[in-house]
């Protein structure tokens, strides 16, 4: 098994990719902790994954706060951390007559400024297991898509975070 061992935190993990990823590393061998703003759904998914094999965060990474609760709690769900998936996002279609300032603040949040913390209350965690962080992007950062502006500028400025970190 190729995640044999590893304990991952998946943000986002209640639904659409995160949850596939959830599910695939779990059956090669991870452990995994969930996170997501439904209790109910994060609750069901480690419910069927295994209360032996994922445990589940709640929480809303827009608010500042939250980020380092995330990560104190990641780490005491299985003692240790060696990999973070920051799948996270909000996919809300809007044109730019339709992005006023709050819509696109909330996406930059969640997708930048909440990414860039969680990475840093967990540094010290996964410098000292070696672990890694895999940031997940979207060739919408590179192309964009005339009712997804805010998204995709929020993935941009993933990817450009994800290189700086990578030279850090």
Do not use: W
């Not at 997501?36 to 608010?63: I, M, P, S, W």
């Not at 990560?71 to 992005?99: E, M």
């Not at 400024?113 to 590179?142: D, F, K, M, T, Y």
Request: with cysteine; hydrophobic share 50%.
């Amino acid at each position: 098994m190729r995640l044999q061992d590893q304990i991952i935190l998946i943000t986002g993990s209640t639904t659409g990719i995160g949850e596939f990823m959830a599910r695939r590393f779990v059956k090669d061998g991870a452990r995994v902790i969930l996170h997501g703003r439904d209790a109910e759904r994060g609750e069901a998914l480690r419910a069927e994954l295994g209360t032996e094999n994922a445990a589940f965060c709640q929480g809303n990474l827009a608010d500042p706060a939250y980020p380092e609760q995330l990560a104190a709690d990641a780490l005491a769900a299985f003692g240790r951390l060696d990999a973070l998936v920051n799948n996270a996002a909000l996919t809300t279609r809007a044109r730019i007559q339709d992005t006023d300032a709050a819509f696109f603040v909330c996406l930059i949040v969640v997708k930048r400024r909440a990414l860039l913390l969680l990475i840093r209350a967990l540094l010290p965690e996964l410098q000292r297991v070696r672990g890694c962080v895999l940031n997940i992007g979207s060739v919408l950062a590179h192309c964009g898509q005339a009712n997804l502006l805010a998204y995709s500028i929020s993935k941009g400025g993933l990817m450009t975070m994800t290189r700086n970190l990578a030279d850090a």
